[in-house]
């Protein structure tokens, strides 16, 4: 059963609603500012933005935001709640600059060199972890990532709490060169792109 196909299935939903509701709590808002996390990201206004693992939107809302009204966001989840949630909230505040999808970010897509920023914000696998719908295989998703990066564009990482063999793993895959680390944002850019 493919990812896409467990974000349908009204079990994996039911089970996995709690979590999108910790993810909105005000708790984590006071623990866990996003717009200070994505200021580590270095968004930029007018960027084309895809963050994988949206959720329900707790980094989405601030994120489009910051890239205003001529930037684009491209929302992207496996899970029908989470897409569904943040939807809702999209159209409540009225952002026109934010596509939500459900889909997973093994197969994005998108077209090649499309996107200027990437954010993995909490969604890299914890090695032990297999649940397709918790760990996203590096060796599929980084190759993904890449080829939807333009030449310029960059790869922001951001886990709670990091794991030290992610950032390592990608480092190693040779398709990304560390740039720098700010409010807890791991920053890659292309290894064929120019420094």
Request: glycine letters at 8%.
């Amino acid at each position: 059963m493919s990812t896409e196909d467990l974000g349908k299935s009204k079990f994996v939903n039911m089970l996995l609603k709690p979590a999108g509701s910790a993810m909105e709590s005000r708790l984590r808002h006071l623990l866990q500012d996003p717009e200070k996390i994505l200021r580590g990201a270095d968004l930029q206004p007018g960027q084309t933005v895809l963050e994988v693992g949206s959720g329900t939107g707790f980094f989405s809302m601030a994120a489009a935001r910051i890239i205003g009204d001529e930037g684009h966001l491209i929302a992207m989840d496996p899970l029908a709640a989470y897409v569904d949630r943040l939807n809702e909230k999209v159209e409540a505040a009225g952002l026109q600059n934010v596509r939500v999808v459900r889909r997973d970010a093994l197969q994005a897509r998108l077209d090649a060199a499309s996107i200027d920023k990437v954010l993995l914000f909490g969604v890299l696998p914890l090695i032990p972890l297999r649940h397709p719908l918790t760990a996203l295989p590096l060796n599929r998703l980084l190759p993904e990532m890449h080829r939807v990066l333009k030449p310029e564009g960059t790869l922001a990482v951001w886990m709670f709490p990091i794991a030290g063999l992610v950032p390592l793993s990608i480092r190693r895959s040779g398709l990304f060169a560390y740039l720098h680390k700010r409010n807890g944002v791991h920053n890659y850019r292309l290894c064929n792109a120019k420094s």
